[in-house]
């Protein structure tokens, strides 16, 4: 985000324990969340989808098939490394997870942003996109090395439609959502969203009808109709007047949407249609992003203002816990390791990578990396497809 390193000055918060935030919203009527289907549930012959997307392993999970070692034969041979972009440095470093070293480094384009997994999973392309130009670079897994860029401009994010037929560029400086043909790249429709300044994050209904916006520098959100490829809902956040809205992800159940927002200092949450706001969850200082454990039961916030993450249940909405990485830090993007014992994250102001146990969040390596470490993704990972992201995974 261009706009981002104000929240380069915020304090740090001490302490944790008994007093921990608490959502303005009633938790649903049960007491307890439900487990988590089996992965290998039969989907549902009622699902009514958008058309050509592959449907959820189960209704009441949609991460179910991404569960440990559920991989695909797509991701079959695949490096396991966590790579890393850098804004400032213009460069990707390469890191073998196992011994938490930097193994390798390359050129990433200008101001690359994020890591994202092909639709099928069998490319990671490097989002680049200093205007007025910007650039695509694909990764092949199975070597880790790069190859020759993709010309497209200011894709500061990179989304796929949950058919598989478009890629989703986010043109960010420009308030546009350009869908190119997947395989071809050649354009289908930028579609101009004037009132979304910073348009940044999304994520997708459960049916893959809808998408949910953040508008980062708007204090706003939009929803688009993934049938028409047109903006169908703008809603104006209410928590503060100066929001800035970044990652937003669908709950497990699929009936509730998490909207982090940097200046709100926690969580948004939308129905999972994506048609109204329906609470707020207070987390921490610059709440970042969103990610889910592989069995579904936590959510981890992010909190960059404050070098903290907020352990949240997805289906009650009560916050769990606390972590504070130890000497502070700005964890912003990244990935669940594929066995889910560990969560990755960029320190985007301090140059280094934090590697956390998601049993207890202990500090478990600080990497230094680059100028400007970004979004960073764990590869591979299981489950069928991508949407996106740093491994926004179904």
């Known amino acids: 985000m261009i706009a981002s390193g104000s929240m380069a000055g915020l304090a740090a918060l001490s302490g944790c324990g008994s007093n921990e935030p608490k959502a303005t919203v009633a938790p649903p009527a049960a007491t307890s969340p439900s487990p988590s289907p089996s992965p290998s549930a039969s989907p549902s012959p009622a699902f009514d989808g958008l058309p050509g997307m592959p449907p959820p392993v189960s209704t009441a999970d949609v991460y179910a098939a991404s569960a440990p070692g559920k991989f695909s034969e797509a991701v079959k041979g695949a490096r396991e490394l966590v790579y890393v972009p850098h804004n400032n440095s213009n460069d990707v470093w390469v890191i073998d997870p196992k011994t938490f070293q930097v193994i390798d480094k390359y050129y990433g384009g200008e101001e690359p942003q994020h890591i994202v997994p092909s639709y099928d999973m069998t490319t990671l392309y490097v989002t680049a996109d200093k205007v007025p130009a910007g650039s695509l670079i694909p990764i092949d897994p199975k070597t880790g090395k790069p190859g020759e860029a993709i010309m497209l401009q200011d894709p500061y994010n990179l989304y796929f439609t949950p058919d598989g037929k478009y890629a989703i560029v986010v043109a960010e400086w420009y308030k546009r ?172 102001y301090h140059d280094e990578v934090y590697v956390l146990s998601t049993e207890d969040g202990r500090l478990l390596a600080r990497i230094p990396v680059g100028s400007g470490p970004h979004g960073l993704t764990y590869w591979p990972q299981p489950g069928r497809f991508s949407l996106g992201h740093t491994s926004n995974i179904r």
């Open 177 to 348: 959502l350009d869908f190119y043909e997947l395989g071809t790249w050649k354009l289908h429709k930028q579609l101009s969203v004037p009132e979304c300044a910073g348009v940044n994050h999304m994520d997708f209904t459960t049916d893959g009808k809808r998408a949910l916006v953040t508008c980062e520098f708007a204090n706003k959100l939009i929803a688009v109709d993934m049938t028409t490829l047109e903006q169908v809902q703008t809603f104006q956040l209410d928590r503060v007047p100066n929001g800035m809205p970044q990652d937003s992800r669908l709950a497990p159940d699929g009936k509730t949407f998490f909207v982090a927002d940097m200046h709100a200092d926690g969580v948004y949450m939308f129905d999972g249609q994506a048609t109204k706001q329906t609470g707020f969850i207070p987390t921490g200082k610059g709440a970042h992003a969103a990610y889910f454990s592989r069995d579904s039961k936590r959510m981890f916030v992010t909190n960059r203002g404050e070098g903290s993450v907020t352990v949240v249940d997805p289906a009650t909405y009560q916050v769990l816990t606390k972590w504070r990485i130890p000497g502070g830090g700005s964890p912003d993007m990244g990935s669940v390791s594929a066995d889910g014992t560990q969560l990755w994250l960029s320190g985007r």
